[in-house]
Antibody, heavy 120, light 112 residues
Framework: EVQLVQSGAEVKKPGESLKISCKGS????????IGWVRQMPGKGLEWMGI????????TYSPSFQGQITISADKSITTAYLQWSSLKASDTAMYYC?????????????WGQGTLVTVSS | QSVLTQPPSVSGAPGQRVTISCTGN?????????VHWYQQFPGTAPKLLIY???NRPSGVPDRFSGSKSGTSASLAITGLLAEDEAHYYC????????????FGGGTKLTVL
């Protein structure tokens, strides 16, 4: 069974750093792309960026370039999304996703989401 | 402002048919890129409902169907059930932006 299991909810202060994870199982991790999607409270879905698990080829949305870092460790079939300095506006649910390609593709599996709350 | 435009809400009575539109332009849907649809219940992750314009993943009832024409796509739900009440999002790719996945703003379906 394909699964993307994300790390638990986080509560952070502005300026703090954070790294959340997404562990894939039940499929060949190296053969798929892992994307990250933000959903702010009560809002829609926004694509943040994507990484190819096989070689860590990464592309960021212009809206998030420089604000986040996406990485992956194929030895433990886990992808990461990290911030070096959080802002209150980063408060959102973050989903990792699986897709067979980077663009012009659907997402066939989603993680359960990681809620990040940034508040002083 | 989402790149793909969806109505904020639609509604229908049980048993009825509803459609949700997703309007793009010549850089995304009109350029021939596929459209995909997702269903999201409150507090849960989105789930793939329709991929590549009209295909249903295994397990999705045939009450759900998708179509695409020109710069728009539609999701149709027939035989509406109370359990269909959810948010629905369309997704595609846009060649004019360096954004691999563009989403519609989402449509809340209310079953009356």
């Amino acid at each position: 069974e394909v699964q993307l299991v994300q790390s638990g909810a986080e509560v952070k202060k502005p300026g703090e750093s954070l790294k959340i994870s997404c562990k894939g199982s039940g499929y060949s991790f190296n053969d798929y792309w892992i994307g990250w999607v933000r959903q702010m409270p009560g809002k829609g879905l926004e694509w943040m960026g994507i990484i190819y698990a096989g070689d860590s080829d990464t592309t960021y949305s212009p809206s998030f370039q420089g604000q986040i870092t996406i990485s992956a460790d194929k030895s433990i079939t886990t992808a990461y999304l990290q911030w070096s300095s959080l802002k209150a506006s980063d408060t959102a649910m973050y989903y990792c996703t699986r897709s067979i390609a980077a663009l012009d593709t659907s997402v066939d599996f989603w993680g359960q989401g990681t809620l990040v709350t940034v508040s002083s | 402002q989402s790149v793909l435009t969806q109505p904020p809400s639609v509604s229908g009575a049980p048993g009825q048919r509803v459609t949700i539109s997703c309007t793009g332009n010549s850089s995304n849907i009109g350029a021939g890129y596929d459209v995909h649809w997702y269903q999201q219940f409150p507090g849960t992750a989105p789930k793939l409902l329709i991929y590549d314009n009209h295909n249903r993943p295994s397990g999705v009832p045939d009450r759900f169907s998708g179509s695409k024409s020109g710069t728009s796509a539609s999701l149709a739900i027939t035989g509406l059930l109370a359990e269909d009440e959810a948010h629905y999002y369309c997704q595609s790719h846009d060649s004019s932006l360096n954004i691999y996945w563009v989403f519609g703003g989402g449509t809340k379906l209310t079953v009356l």
